[in-house]
């Protein structure tokens, strides 16, 4: 069973730093694409950034220069790390995962995880 765990999540004052965890498990995928969403209070679900299992990254306009999608040593571990934090990024973070197999036969997998917390205050 694939499964995503997030963490890191809490609450840092304006101007601060966090970093979100995304370990994926139970997988056999050959490579993938993983994308840190958020949904704030009263607003849509937003992507902020991706990154592939090549290491290709992508970021929103909104978090450029301020946010690092990174792979761990494990490449199972997915980084979102979040620097000069603003209080209109507090939202649920969430990863999601597009996961190819080794056959090409084989339909993709689609997974979520169940969310972190990230509250800035001003």
């Known amino acids: 069973q694939v499964q995503l765990v997030e963490s890191g999540g809490g609450s840092v004052e304006a101007g601060g730093s966090l970093k979100l965890s995304c370990t994926m498990s139970?997988?056999?995928?050959?490579?993938?694409?993983v994308v840190w969403f958020r949904q704030g209070p009263g607003k849509e679900r937003e992507g902020v950034a991706a990154?592939?299992?090549?290491?290709?990254?992508d970021y929103a306009e909104s978090v450029k220069g301020r946010f690092t999608v990174s792979q761990g040593d494990d490449m199972n571990i997915l980084y979102l790390e979040m620097n000069n934090l603003k209080p209109e990024d507090t939202a649920m973070y969430y990863c999601?995962?597009?996961?190819?197999?080794?056959?090409?036969?084989?339909?993709?997998?689609?997974?979520w995880g169940q969310g972190t917390q990230v509250t800035v205050s001003s």
């Open positions: 139970g997988h056999t995928w050959s490579s993938y694409c």
């Open positions: 999601a995962a597009e996961g190819y197999p080794v056959s090409t036969m084989i339909p993709p997998t689609h997974r």
């Open positions: 990154i592939d299992s090549d290491a290709s990254v």
